[in-house]
Structure formats: structure tokens, C-alpha cells
């Protein structure tokens, strides 16, 4: 299934945040959203995910999603929001239980997902007991038990270390390159989306609009590390970026 946003435009208070937005995100890739602060990429994954409504312009859900989808649109937020009463296992299950599913085909969608994201061994562990990164891998492992059309991720390793960020992006890497996903995944760190995107939509200051969209044809498999031309693209980013980034900078720095 694709996701498609046409003409989309918003403002809180009578500020415009965001202004004839068109995006495409076909299924199986990753759209990465960057771009200064403030410039509204968050209100933009809410509206593509149906948790805030555009003052104009359309989102709409094209073809069919993937065979044994629960949720069409399921999202992976910054802070982990995990149920800190339930297990590794009880927190991936819970996708699972507004739908009437047969004890049993939950039980084996659990244990695939546990087995995909290499969380097995820490299925009764709670939540307490996993570092940042742990916490994080179980709320990508709710996300994909209900194997969503499109994945909303809004900056997941923004809160995270950077070796503990390193991992997980390895660990996106490999679960994308095991089985396509699709996803939308917000950041502000130009290395994540350099790594994992298949296209990077770059934002201007507020009120948002794509400045530009970049794509990336090396292989997510082949991005496991940086390298010369993925330095290279960042580089390229920031250049689109640098003086919104500034002004946007100061103009936070006033509020």
C-alpha cells in the first residue's frame, strides 16, 4: 500500500506550520522527514498517521496493504511508551488484542516478532529491567506484530546514545532488509537518514514546505556503515539546510 499526501497545509493559532505539502511513499520504502526545528516535521507524520487533521489538501491510502495487516498505520514514538506492568511479550501483545485473534495465532505472532528483533531471551523481562535501547527494539517489535502498512516513526533514537543509536539503526537496517517495510521516520540526525532512507524529504523552516526530496539508490544493506557517498549526501543535506537551520535556531533561542 502507498501513502500519499496532497496539498497538505496547517496552522495552530493562525501561524501557518505547514504549506502545500505533496509527498509519496510507495510501499516497501522508507520516506526519512528532516529539516529545521520548528519546521513542522511531527504535525506532518501526525497528519499522515490520522492523529491530527489538515486545515487542506487530502492524505489518501493507495492499493491494497500487505497480506495478515492488522493496523494500516501504527506508530513508534521518541519515549518508548511502554506499559511498565507488562513483560517484553505483554507489551507486544497488545496491539494484538482489539483484534480476534486465536490464542494461538497470537502466540506465534509474538514469537516471530521476539525471534525478528532478537528479543527472545528478555520475553519476561519488564520494562525496568532494559536499558533505552531494549525498550526501544520492544516498541518496534509492538509496531511490526501488527505488521502495518506504513510504519510512523517520529525521531525513535532521538533519546538514545550514540552507540545505542548505532545498534538500533543496524538493527533496522536487518529487519528491513529481512522483510520490506514501509515507514515514514522523522529525525534531525542527517547520519539516520543518510542510513535509512530511501528518499529524505527536506523541510524548510516554518511554515514547512519540501524544499526538496533526495533519493538514495545504494541498497540498505550495503549502509551498515557510513561511507564516502553517504558522507557525502549528508553533506548535501546540511547545505540545504544550514542557514533555515540558523534562523530557526535564533528564532527558537527568542520565543
Known amino acids: 500500500m502507498d501513502l500519499r499526501a496532497e496539498g497538505l497545509s496547517h496552522a495552530y493559532d493562525g501561524m501557518s506550520v505547514l504549506e502545500g505539502i505533496d509527498l509519496s511513499i510507495p510501499a516497501g520504502r522508507i520516506l526519512c522527514l ?3 526545528s520548528g519546521c513542522g516535521k511531527s504535525t506532518l507524520l501526525r497528519i499522515l498517521g490520522g492523529l491530527e487533521q489538515a486545515d487542506a489538501g487530502r492524505v489518501e491510502q ?3 496493504p500487505p497480506e495478515g495487516c492488522l493496523n494500516p498505520l501504527t506508530y513508534v514514538f521518541q519515549d518508548f511508551a511502554l506499559l511498565p506492568w507488562r513483560s517484553v511479550a505483554g507489551n507486544i501483545r497488545l496491539g494484538l488484542e482489539e483484534h480476534r485473534l486465536a490464542a494461538g495465532q497470537a502466540d506465534a505472532i509474538v514469537a516471530d516478532v521476539l525471534a525478528r528483533t532478537n528479543l527472545t531471551d528478555f520475553a519476561d523481562a ?6 533505552g535501547g531494549m525498550k526501544q527494539r520492544v516498541a518496534i517489535a509492538r509496531a ?8 510512523l516513526l517520529d525521531e ?3 533519546a538514545l546514545d550514540a552507540q545505542t543509536r548505532e545498534l538500533l539503526m543496524e538493527d533496522l537496517i536487518g529487519l528491513w532488509t529481512r522483510q520490506p517495510f514501509t515507514a515514514v521516520y522523522v529525525t534531525h540526525n542527517l547520519a539516520e537518514a543518510v542510513r535509512l532512507g530511501h528518499s529524505i524529504a527536506v523541510l524548510s523552516r516554518r511554515p514547512g514546505r519540501i524544499r526538496e526530496v533526495v533519493h538514495l539508490d545504494k541498497p540498505l544493506a550495503d549502509r551498515i556503515h557510513m561511507d564516502a557517498d553517504l558522507e557525502e549526501t549528508q553533506e548535501y543535506l546540511w547545505t540545504l539546510m544550514r542557514e533555515e537551520a540558523r534562523a530557526a535556531d535564533a528564532e527558537l533561542l527568542n520565543v
Not at 519488564?126 to 536499558?131: G, H
Not at 511490526?144 to 510504519?151: D, F, I, K, S, T
Open 34 to 36: 528532516v529539516g529545521p
Open 144 to 151: 511490526l506484530a501488527v505488521n502495518p502498512a506504513v510504519m
Open 156 to 158: 525513535p533514537l532521538s
Open 62 to 64: 493507495v492499493g491494497e
Open 126 to 131: 519488564l520494562p525496568r529491567q532494559l536499558s
